[in-house]
């Protein structure tokens, strides 16, 4: 297979973890035969200093050309620690999934057996939890029009959705609820905004499409408790913009690093796939940064295009580099392996086939979750 892929590094790590993401996919191209084609371009913070835009026209050019989109990070603490910033690192991300048309952010979470000791969380709690969250992406607070008064001393941000902008990613939650336990949970607070009663409404409307689903309603703050407390409850959890950037984080609880969580964002005719943790400005150029959720980032991408022996190649890789503790600082903090070296390790381990290695049982199966 011959693909386009558009490398967006940003701010931060980003460049970091995705070099080593890239050299992943290069032993799937060296192992599998494939054509991939990579093309970088600047988003962020550092295109803001050498353009002035967070998205600069070619990079958005290159993104709508390419079959898909690998991105790093994104932010500086120069952005973050100036409220009164025009121009953002972060509006160049939500102008590229808005353009992209990237609706639906789906963020697997799973406890891998190897990494049960890493989480802050009782094993008994952990071990079998195996979720993924289905985050509505273009729609909500977070593109709804945002007001500051001249004197600074009242804001407003308006949160919005349609009943397309619902039903398109519910039917996708339902369809991939169909190929795991059979369980969707719509997390909302509909008790108190208008925007969670129309999702509860349309949501519940649409299920009646699919009977052999099991579905729940939950609110957010019980959500957010239930997932500390009882992870295996869920299996696919369908929620809002900001509900969903929220709690996926608390995945990173569960499996004991948020440097482990991938994610892809999935539109009608554009995809992009990229880790779900920030630019970590402190870990720059240390050597420090945890490059798995990256590299997983591309499992996910070759899921997507049906490449899944080569998918599953990349997470077997992974999953050995947990059995031998090959694995950066913020996993085992005695740990002398810098992101460079375990990148190496793990594109040195894809591979056809490994006799050695049974991954049946670890299995993250993205695959169950990202294809469309």
């Known amino acids: 297979m011959r693909l386009k892929i558009a490398l967006l590094g940003g701010d931060g790590i980003g460049p ?98 190897a990494m049960l000791k890493q989480s ?42 349609s009943e397309s902008e619902i039903s398109r990613i519910a039917h996708m939650a339902f369809k991939a609820a169909k190929k795991r336990k059979g369980k969707l949970t719509l997390v909302d607070k509909a008790n108190v905004l208008e925007t969670s009663r129309l999702w509860r409404r349309v949501v519940t409307e649409i299920s009646e499409s699919y009977p052999e689903i099991e579905m729940d309603c939950m609110y957010v703050d019980n959500a957010a408790v239930q997932i500390m407390l009882n992870p295996k409850l869920f299996d696919v959890i369908l929620t809002d913009n900001m509900f969903g950037d929220m709690l996926s984080d608390l995945g990173s609880v569960i499996i004991g690093s948020v440097g482990l969580l991938p994610s892809a964002s999935i539109g009608d005719n554009n995809a992009m796939f990229e880790p779900i943790h920030g630019s ?9 940064a945890n490059p798995v959720a990256s590299i997983l980032s591309t499992a996910m991408l070759l ?58 049982d670890e299995n993250i199966g993205l695959g169950k979750s990202t294809i469309i």
């Open 303 to 360: 899921q997507h295009f049906g490449l899944f022996e080569e998918s599953n190649a990349v997470v077997a890789a992974v999953l050995k580099s947990f059995q031998k503790n090959i694995v950066t600082p913020d996993i085992m903090g005695s740990s002398k392996y810098g992101t460079d070296y375990v990148g190496d390790f793990i594109a040195e381990n894809i591979v056809d086939q490994d006799q050695d290695f049974n991954m049946n």
């Open 120 to 161: 802050p969380l009782k094993k008994e709690i952990v071990k079998g939890a195996d979720l993924v969250i289905y985050r509505e992406l273009t729609g909500g607070i977070y593109f709804g029009k945002k007001q500051l008064s001249q004197n600074g001393t009242f804001a407003s941000d308006i949160c919005e959705y």
């Open 16 to 113: 970091e973890v995705l070099a080593q993401a890239v050299k992943c996919l290069s032993a799937v191209h060296e192992t599998f035969g494939h054509d991939f084609l990579f093309t970088s371009a600047l988003m962020g913070a550092v295109a803001i200093e050498k353009t002035g835009k967070p998205l600069p026209e070619n990079t958005l050019e290159l993104c709508t050309k390419s079959d898909a989109v690998l991105f790093g990070a994104i932010g500086t603490p120069h952005f973050d620690n100036d409220p009164k910033a025009k121009v953002r690192p972060e509006q160049g991300l939500l102008n590229l999934r808005k353009t992209l048309g990237l609706f639906a952010n789906i963020r697997p979470v799973k406890a891998f057996p």
């Open 280 to 288: 970590y400005p402190q870990a720059k150029g240390k050597n420090i």
